[in-house]
């Protein structure tokens, strides 16, 4: 009976190809085919030329798909049918290659092996093929090649930079910004590049020798944890364990590590913003400290007339330190029965006009004949360190912020309108309404804003 190999057996047009060049040899007539090659549970058969296919062919069964190869030689053949079944009986998928097959696996492993000892890093076969078909599957169509091409453009070569040299280059590249050009204001205050050099150069001290690029989550929950123990400058008395403290921090490491990322010293998907210490932290509200109508006037009168209308303006008009350090006597009689906060001198860059009170111009008459020139030629400190001076020879006890608060929160409890108490102090409403209310009476702040010289008073 002939035996009919179909077209599907795998491998075969393969293998007679291959063997087309070879000359065959004519049927061993000793042997009777098919021949049967066993091996435990695993068969090939051997089958004679036939026809005008002078070729020995060996079938068998790899993997659930039948497979065939053909040999010129029936010593080859029978070589080649124990060899196969030996592997497919010890679990072996070798044979379910094809020549062809088998080449490509060789040759692919050849290239493994040299990516392995240029680079270091073994991959396997499985897993490099895997990786490929991942991501020709994301690619729609367009080459791996392609893509790695496109995305080398998008990365940047990050320079290795000690942390401390970094924080020094951001400081001076800065520098410009605390600097304000003729009867401008600078964009940076000299008190907050102050602060904030400290707090970058304490964060440079905490991890010398190394790169701004090394930085992990972890050195970042070191650092803000650190401050617990940190007392500020006693400046402001303040420590900088505090929760309002430590956001200044997080703060200003977010600024320099985006100034890092632009300069290349960091990459752009650092991550480190996401460090659990680089959460914010909610502050809890500190109570409000404010000055009585007793304590205002024994300021005002303790005060000599350099320091006395400051004074008479912080209490009676609520402007900030900052703006009265800023504050010009053209800015006070400007606009006739108001202070004029320019936008360059206000806290929030927007102009205002805040009203000048009988009480506040009558502590002002006096020195209506001074057109020009800042009400405080000084510095801030030297003017913190005159006003602990005041308050101790008035026997009154300092209280931070002490006049702005009190000027909140009379005016609020005068008028029981957030939204005109804002507009004078230049804030918000809402920020009025939750710090102000409820902490005086209607009658505290008449008596606050009937603070006036003792002439005026005796003339009231």
């Known amino acids: 009976m002939r035996t009919i190999f179909p077209n599907e057996i795998g491998g075969g047009q393969e293998v007679c190809t291959e063997f087309a060049q070879n000359s065959a040899r004519s049927a061993d007539k000793r042997v009777r085919f098919p021949v049967t090659i066993r091996h435990r549970s695993s068969t090939a058969k051997i089958y004679r030329p036939a026809g005008k296919f002078n070729y020995y062919r060996?079938?068998?069964?790899?993997?659930?798909?039948?497979?065939?190869?053909?040999?010129?030689?029936?010593?080859?053949?029978?070589?080649?049918?124990?060899?196969?079944?030996?592997?497919?009986?010890?679990?072996?998928?070798?044979?379910?290659?094809?020549?062809?097959?088998?080449?490509?696996?060789?040759?692919?492993?050849?290239?493994?092996?040299?990516f392995r000892q240029s680079t270091g890093r073994a991959v396997s076969l499985l897993a490099a093929v895997r990786e490929f078909v991942e991501a020709a599957g994301k690619l729609h169509g367009r080459s791996l090649d392609e893509a790695v091409t496109g995305y080398l453009r998008t990365v940047v070569s990050v320079t290795r930079k000690d942390i401390a040299e970094a924080v020094a280059e951001f400081l001076q590249a800065d520098a410009p910004r605390t600097k304000a050009a003729a009867g401008q204001r600078a964009q940076l205050s000299a008190k907050y590049a102050y602060n904030r050099e400290l707090q970058l150069d304490r964060f440079a001290d905490t991890f010398p020798n190394t790169a701004v690029c090394d930085l992990s989550k972890e050195h970042l929950d070191t650092f803000i944890g650190s401050l617990d123990t940190v007392q500020k400058s006693s400046r402001n008395g303040r420590a900088a364990g505090s929760a309002k403290s430590r956001n200044h921090y997080r703060a200003t490491i977010r600024q320099f590590l985006q100034w890092a990322v632009r300069k290349d010293y960091l990459a752009p998907t650092h991550r480190l913003i996401e460090a659990d210490a680089m959460r914010p932290e909610r502050a809890n509200t500190a109570a409000v400290e404010l000055y009585t109508p007793g304590e205002l006037a024994a300021l005002l009168a303790a005060a000599d007339d350099t320091f006395r209308p400051i004074i008479a303006i912080g209490g009676l008009a609520g402007l900030r330190t900052a703006e009265l350090l800023r504050l010009d006597w053209a800015d006070v009689w400007r606009v006739a029965g108001h202070i004029e906060v320019t936008a360059g001198k206000a806290k929030t860059r927007q102009r205002r006009l805040v009203e000048i009170c009988p009480a506040l111009a009558a502590w002002l008459e006096p020195f209506r004949k001074l057109k020009t020139g800042k009400l405080w030629t000084g510095h801030e400190i030297t003017f913190q360190q005159h006003f602990v001076e005041l308050c101790d020879g008035a026997k009154v006890t300092r209280k931070m912020n002490g006049l702005r608060h009190a000027f909140c929160t009379y005016h609020f409890a005068a008028h029981a309108n957030e939204n005109q108490t804002a507009q004078q102090a230049g804030n918000s409403p809402a920020m009025i309404h939750a710090h102000y209310k409820g902490l005086a009476t209607k009658a505290d702040a008449e008596k606050w804003f009937k603070v006036t010289p003792p002439a005026s008073a005796n003339r009231a």
């Open 58 to 114: 060996v079938a068998y069964t790899v993997a659930g798909k039948r497979r065939m190869q053909t040999f010129a030689a029936y010593s080859d053949a029978k070589a080649a049918a124990e060899r196969l079944v030996r592997d497919t009986a010890s679990g072996s998928q070798a044979a379910a290659l094809s020549a062809s097959q088998s080449r490509d696996a060789l040759a692919a492993l050849q290239s493994l092996e040299s």
